[in-house]
Structure formats: structure tokens, C-alpha cells
């Protein structure tokens, strides 16, 4: 059975990750920050299931706490199989509004929490010469979105960390891959009006918003062994928002 972690699977689409690699037999490992009790309530759902699940604090801005996060779970369970660079967060700011701390803390959650949890499960990995990251960006990491500079700038690093990675691992049977979602429902999103949804659904090839359930299928197809030829690679799940 392989060992999943999923970074900020306390709400939204990491729950969601969670809820869908679970039920595929994956060991779930719910990392969360503040929401201690989303966390808790979604691991006893799993388990009350028959499913596997655990739960682990740390704010993967912080390496020391990433540091100690993998130590506690590679002293308790062997090691990351899985890893989903998930947790993040949004702010719309007008760039000339951006204070030093907002960027630092943007750049922090969202681009060096990959580099830092990547950094702790590469040793098992390339031990086992097996690994599967799979890293979420976003579109405006693809194509920028407008008073979303520090935003878009980190999630384009994941992209570009996603393709390095993947160059450097990939003779040690370990993909990379990254998953830029579109506009999908959750808290995040949830600042967004009725009319701005239904704006964004015109401006959608599909006619609808995503759900978290879309991004945890592609995750899903990471994961899995099916996806063993595909490395470095950037998968739009947007309804063709973005093409
Ligand atoms: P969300 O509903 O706001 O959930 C964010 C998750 O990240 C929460 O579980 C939160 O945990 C966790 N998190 C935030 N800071 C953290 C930290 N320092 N350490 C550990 N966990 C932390 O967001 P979402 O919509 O599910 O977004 C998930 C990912 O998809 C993000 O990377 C986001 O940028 C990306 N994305 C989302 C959309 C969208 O439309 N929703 C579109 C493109 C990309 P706690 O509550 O426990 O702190």
C-alpha cells in the first residue's frame, strides 16, 4: 500500500485529493495549518470507511516544520510515495500594493513549501527508485492573472520547478508533474460574486466552474502507474479556459 501526503488537505481540493486516493487504496497523510478540525473530521470520515488516513500539522512555509513533519511520518510509516504540493493561498492586490510581506508570504506558501517538502521525501524516494509529485499551480501561473502578480509569479515557479525536477529525477523511476487548475470552487474562491461566476462561466469552452473532485482525478492519474511515462508535464484542468 503507497504512502500519500497531501500538503494543506484540510479543505478544498486537497481534501478532495485525499477523499479520492484514499478510496483508491493510497495510505492518506493530511497535512493541514490552522484547521486542526476540518483535518480531524475528514481523517475519522476516511477511517470510519475502512480507509487509511492520518493527519499532521505543519505550516509548510516554514521548513523547519517540514523538516519535522517527514521525520514524524518516515518514524511512524516508512516514507512519502506520494507527494502533493497542494497547500497555497490567494490575495488580489493591485501589484503597486503589494508590500514586501505580502510577496514573501505568497512566495513562501505557495513556491518554497514545494521546494522544502520535496527536498524532505526525494531521499526515500530515490532510495526506492519510486516516487510520484505531483504539483499544483494554477492557470494564472501559465498565462498571469491581473492583480495577482505575486500569485501568478509563484504558481509559474511551480511550473518551472515541476520541469527541472522532473529532468533531474527521472532515471530514478520518480515523475513530476503539476496540475494547473482553473476556477474551481472552494473557500479560496469564494470572495466571487454570482455575476463574476457567471461571467467566468461564459468565458468557459465548457459552460462551468470546476469542482475539487475534477483536480483530485487528475491527481488520482498521477499517482498512479498508468502515468509512468509522463514527466514533467503541465496539466490544464480548466474547462478549456485556458488552451
Ligand atoms: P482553500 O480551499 O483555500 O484551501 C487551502 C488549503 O491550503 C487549506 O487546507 C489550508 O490549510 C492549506 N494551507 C494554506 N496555507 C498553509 C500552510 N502554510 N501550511 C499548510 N497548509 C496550508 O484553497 P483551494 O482552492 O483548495 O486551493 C488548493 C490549491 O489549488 C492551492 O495551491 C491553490 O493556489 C490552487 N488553485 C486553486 C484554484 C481555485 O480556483 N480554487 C485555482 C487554481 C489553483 P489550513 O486551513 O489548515 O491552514
New binding site residues.
Partial sequence: MRNALI?????????AVAVKLAEAGYRVFI?????AE??ETLSKELRSRGFFSDIVR????DPDEVRRMFAELSNKYRGTDILVN?????QTKLFTDITDDDWRRMLS??LS?AFYCCREALPFMIRQQFGRIIN?????GQVGGSCEVHYSAA?AGIIGLTKALAMEEGLSGITVNCIA????K????SNLTETDITALKEETPTGTIGT?EDIAAAVLFFASDSSSFITGQVLGVNGGFVV
Fill in positions: 500538503t494543506g488537505a484540510s479543505r478544498g481540493i486537497g481534501a497535512n493541514y495549518c490552522h484547521s476540518k483535518a505543519a505550516d509548510v512555509s497542494n497547500a497555497g493561498i490567494a506558501v505557495n513549501s499544483i499551480s494554477s492557470m494564472w504558481k487548475p482553473g476556477v474551481i472552494t473557500d479560496m474562491t475539487p
